[in-house]
């Protein structure tokens, strides 16, 4: 069995500010060192239910982030970024079984994770098919293009609802939850236990089910934080500019979404 795991650092145990998220400021350490151990129990569940080639992509800011020396032996290691349009889930293809998600965090604009946002800070909202989009929205269909389903996915409550209702069959574990600048969690050690458990039996369990079914026609919009964006944004081929900061591009093709995405955030 061939499984992918995406770790991002927004929705791990306990993580509340972005000093904590941010390399180069002192809080990053301890929290890089939790995003390592929730990765690390992923990994450890995925064996124990019978993985056997595992590849882990560090999908945080800087793709620098996961101590490596502190996992197992045998996995393969994604860090930095390509380029490639698929970034967060580089290197998926069609001959991987399973996709796991951990450390996820809710849509831009969400008021229940204070780090909430999608793909960056820049874009004041973005959209598909007229929701909220979050990178688990975003990816959850790459990987279905590809025939992969998502089968399991850890981080904040309000992405958990996101999950529910997008495939109630996928695996969640809603390791925090955020009021206001606060954040109300689990500790870290129980967080890795579940994630463990959780995992292995996400694994076991019929995958095929957690497959998600990609939109035909889709429509993509992003509000920008800034207007001078939105007008340098607005010359990429497809990309119409329809005001209030916005551009939008409308495609068939799912992977015409994540280029431009690519390109246009
Ligand atoms: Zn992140």
New binding site residues.
């Given amino acids: 069995m061939k499984v992918y795991i995406s770790v ?3 929705g791990i145990a306990g993580i509340t500010h972005w000093d904590e ?1 941010e390399k180069n400021h002192a809080d990053w350490q301890e929290f890089r060192e939790i995003m390592t151990r929730e990765a690390n129990a992923a990994i450890v569940g995925a064996i124990s239910a019978g993985a056997t080639d595992i590849y882990v992509k560090d ?3 800087s793709g620098r982030n996961l101590i490596t020396t502190m996992l197992p032996r045998g996995c393969t290691i994604i860090r930095e970024w390509s380029g490639h349009p698929y970034s967060m889930i580089q290197e998926l293809d069609e001959s991987f079984d399973a996709l796991v998600m951990i450390g996820w965090h809710a849509h831009m604009g969400s008021e229940e994770n204070a780090l909430a946002h999608t793909m960056n800070t820049r874009t004041h909202m973005v959209k598909l098919n007229g929701k909220p989009a979050s990178e688990f929205t975003l990816f959850v269909n790459a990987a279905a293009t590809l025939g992969v389903p998502t089968v399991f996915v850890s981080g904040d409550e309000a992405l958990m609802r996101e999950v529910e209702s997008t495939n109630p069959n996928i695996a969640r574990l809603a390791v925090k939850r955020g009021v206001g600048a606060s954040t109300i969690s689990m500790s870290p050690r129980t967080a890795q236990n579940e994630i463990r458990t959780g995992v292995n039996l996400a694994l076991r369990a019929k995958k095929d089910k957690c497959l998600v079914t990609v939109p035909e026609h889709n429509v993509l919009e992003i509000t920008y934080a800034s207007p001078t964006l939105a007008y340098e944004k607005s010359f990429y081929p497809g990309v119409k500019y329809v005001g209030d900061r916005t551009n939008r591009i409308e495609t068939t093709n799912f992977f015409d979404v994540m280029r431009a995405l690519r390109f246009i955030k």
Wanted: net charge negative; no cysteine.
């Fill in positions: 991002d650092i927004e998220a999908a945080h800011d």
